[in-house]
C-alpha cells in the first residue's frame, strides 16, 4: 500500500501527498526555513503519521498553514501544535477537522477497497483540537530565509488563501486555483465575485512564480488563472449550453442547487448555475 508521495521541489519545499487508494493525492507541502518549517495544509489523515513524514525533513518546529478548511487538507492538524487559517473559514473548521466528518467522506472514497477503509479505521487522526492563529490576506510569515506571503482568493471558501514563497518564487494555490475549481457551495461567493478575485490576484503576481495546487504533485500551467478568468467570462455572457450537469459523489449538501461544469483547456469549473452574480443586485 502506497501511503504517500513524495517530490522535493526546491532546495526548502518538498511536496508530500497522502494517498487515498491507488489514485486520490491529498498534498500538503512543507517549507523549511532557517529557524522554523511550515507545512502547508495538513492532508486528510487517513494513515495517522503525516508528521512521522515531516520529521524526514526537518527537526525545526513546525506550523501548518491552512489554504482552507475542507477535511483534506485539515486532517492532521492534531499531530501539530501550532495551526494558522482564516477566520474566515472557523465555522468549517470546527465541523471539518473532527474525525467523524472526516471519516464520512473516506468511506465514500475507498467503499470498493477494504484494505485501505481498515488503513482509516485503524489510523485516521482523531480531532483537532479546533484552536488556531489568524492568517490574513498580506501577511508575511517569516520561517528565516524563507518568506510565504499570504494572497487572498475567496471562492473556493470565504477565506481560501494561496501562499507565495518569496525566495524560492513559486505560489501555493491549495484549492482556490487549480485545474477544478469547485466554487458552487452555498459559501462560495458568485461566479461574478470570484472571476473579480481571481483577477486581483492576477494583479498581484507578477507571471514569473511556479504554480502549485493541493491534488497535484506537478506544477500548473503558468496561465491556469487566465484560463480560468477566460472560462467565467463565458459562463457570465452566457455560453453555458455544453456545460453538463456535475454530479457531485460525497456526502455534501447539494440541495437547490444546479450544479455544472465548464470545460476550459485541462480544466472544468464546477458552479453552480442559480449563483453567477451576487444576489439582491
Ligand atoms: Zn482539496
Not at 512543507?30 to 495517522?48: E, M, Q
Request: glycine share 8%; aromatic share 6%; proline share 4%.
Amino acid at each position: 500500500m502506497e501511503k504517500y508521495r513524495i517530490e522535493k521541489v526546491g532546495d526548502r519545499s518538498v511536496i508530500i501527498g497522502e494517498m487515498v487508494g491507488e489514485k486520490s493525492m491529498f498534498g500538503t507541502m512543507l517549507v523549511v526555513g532557517d529557524r522554523r518549517a511550515a507545512l502547508i495544509d495538513s492532508g486528510i489523515g487517513i494513515s495517522g503519521d503525516l508528521d512521522r513524514q515531516v520529521r524526514r525533513y526537518t527537526q525545526l518546529p513546525v506550523i501548518v498553514v491552512h489554504t482552507h478548511s475542507d477535511i483534506d487538507h485539515v486532517g492532521s492538524d492534531a499531530l501539530f501544535d501550532e495551526i494558522y487559517l482564516s477566520p474566515l473559514d472557523a465555522e468549517e473548521y470546527s465541523v471539518q477537522s473532527t474525525h467523524a466528518e472526516r471519516m464520512k467522506d473516506i468511506a465514500v472514497m475507498v467503499r470498493d477497497d477494504p484494505a485501505w477503509l481498515k488503513n482509516a479505521e485503524e489510523h485516521m487522526v482523531g480531532d483537532a483540537s479546533g484552536r488556531f492563529s489568524p492568517l490574513s490576506d498580506g501577511q508575511v510569515i517569516d520561517l528565516g530565509g524563507i518568506h510565504l506571503e499570504v494572497i487572498a482568493v475567496p471562492g473556493h471558501s470565504k477565506g481560501s488563501v494561496c501562499f507565495r514563497n518569496r525566495e524560492e518564487n513559486y505560489i501555493h494555490l491549495g484549492d482556490a486555483i487549480c485545474p477544478v475549481p469547485w466554487i458552487w457551495f452555498t459559501r462560495c461567493p458568485s461566479v461574478e465575485t470570484y472571476l473579480q478575485n481571481v483577477r486581483e490576484f492576477q494583479g498581484r503576481v507578477d507571471g514569473t512564480e511556479t504554480l502549485y495546487c493541493s491534488h497535484s504533485m506537478e506544477a500548473l500551467p503558468k496561465n491556469i488563472a487566465e484560463r480560468i478568468e477566460h472560462a467565467c467570462e463565458e459562463i457570465l455572457s452566457g455560453q453555458t449550453k455544453q456545460d453538463q450537469p456535475f454530479e457531485i459523489e460525497l456526502t455534501m449538501d447539494v440541495a437547490g442547487k444546479d450544479i455544472r461544469g465548464h470545460v476550459f483547456p485541462d480544466g472544468l469549473l464546477v458552479y453552480d448555475s442559480h449563483h453567477l452574480r451576487e444576489r439582491g443586485k
